[in-house]
């Protein structure tokens, strides 16, 4: 089977790599990712292959769509992208094109998505089967429902199946989406699409780290990073203010972080040993396995590794909707999470998590959405 998937990611990462997890439980099937936002540094499976379509996001006050490479023009931009997904549709003619998010978010995409789908409903491309892959809890509007109105339109007209990335008795979609009852097309909670850590590896990794049995590692990370900068602050002037010596700070600022703001960080790092400051680390769920305790964002992901990994936490939701600390208040009442207000409080949360053992507790969440998605998406082509 031959799947396009499309995922435009405009501000973090957490799109891409819940995406991407999804396309790993698809291992029997060829998946084209077609995707729109600055690309990651990371690894593909085997079975997937990357295009990228010319770069979207949007400005961290989400004032807008912008292009990732400067001196182009928005225009030119959204009449290359659109030109390109439809070639890639006649050149590949899949069997399922899974949208990521669409039509509950990205609908400044409309542009290149709606006449991929018509062309799909008259039929020009074969018999494709029509996929909706979403998170779990939805930013909120007050637009008196034309949101949500459009949302049933579009998925009762174009879509087969809506896959949500939730166990429900975490986060139901009818929580945050009013119309859930209206929509025709058949519904499945598949659990969350989690990561897996590589099992047995923490010695290895805190090895490579020159960390040693008696020092305790604090990670703290801001996932894609362009709304990272205050965590990544506020936790190195709290942990340079804390002075401990037996500890050491891995700081992943998320390869989206503002340059300046990148560079002062490692300037000030660099007077203090024990203090490590990089964009990214690629193997970040097996690395949570060598930590001891971590401080992030709240995102869909970092949640996810959270709850593979058992490392204590303290989050900071992102502040500008409810949606980040809905999941990790949500998330407290299974595990012991330190969800803040603000970074005020940082110094505590900080010697909090790190006086806390490691969680073994089973907390019952179904994280088997990767390939419970896949299970769905297979029956789905074959019935």
């Not at 799909?120 to 930013?139: H, T």
């Not at 959270?306 to 909707?321: D, W």
């Amino acid at each position: 089977m031959k799947i396009i998937h499309y995922c435009q990611h405009i501000l973090g990462m957490g799109h891409f790599f819940r995406s991407l997890e999804i396309a790993k439980g698809l291992d029997r099937e060829q998946v084209i990712f077609v995707a729109g936002g600055e690309r990651p540094d990371q690894p593909l499976p085997p079975n997937v292959e990357y295009r990228q379509l010319p770069g979207l996001c949007m400005d961290e006050n989400f004032g807008g769509l912008m292009p990732t490479d400067e001196g182009r023009e928005l225009e030119e931009v959204k009449e290359e992208r659109k030109a390109a997904l439809s070639r890639i549709f006649k050149d590949e003619k899949p069997d399922v094109f899974l949208i990521e998010l669409f039509p509950f978010g990205r609908k400044a995409f409309r542009f290149e998505l709606l006449p991929v789908l018509d062309a799909i409903k008259a039929g020009k491309f074969g018999n494709i089967k029509v996929v909706c892959s979403l998170r779990d809890i939805l930013v909120e509007r007050n637009d008196g429902g034309k949101h949500e109105a459009r949302c049933v339109k579009y998925l009762n007209k174009y879509f087969d199946l809506l896959l949500i990335h939730s166990d429900p008795k975490i986060a139901s979609l009818d929580e945050t989406f009013q119309a859930f009852d209206q929509i025709e097309i058949p519904c499945e909670y598949t659990g969350f699409a989690a990561r897996k850590p590589v099992e047995n590896l923490r010695d290895k990794i805190r090895a490579d780290l020159g960390i040693s049995e008696n020092e305790k590692l604090l990670i703290a990370s801001a996932g894609g990073g362009k709304v990272g900068g205050p965590l990544m602050e506020s936790v190195l002037e709290s942990y340079i203010e804390m002075n401990t010596p037996d500890n050491k700070l891995l700081m992943l600022t998320g390869p989206f972080l503002d340059d300046k703001k990148y560079e002062t960080l490692c300037s000030i790092a660099k007077k203090h040993a024990e203090i490590t400051v990089q964009r990214f680390a690629a193997d970040f769920t097996d690395l949570l396995t060598a930590g001891d305790a971590m401080v992030s964002m709240a995102g869909y992901n970092t949640c996810m590794d959270i709850l593979t990994s058992g490392i204590p936490a303290a989050v900071i939701p992102f502040a500008q909707n409810h949606e980040q600390r809905m999941r990790a208040e949500k998330i407290a009442n299974y595990i012991k999470l330190e969800v803040l207000d603000s970074t005020s409080c940082m110094k505590t949360a900080i010697k909090t998590i790190l006086n806390r053992d490691r969680t073994t507790d089973k907390h019952g969440i179904n994280l088997n959405g990767a390939n419970n998605s896949a299970e769905s998406i297979r029956k789905l082509r074959t019935n």
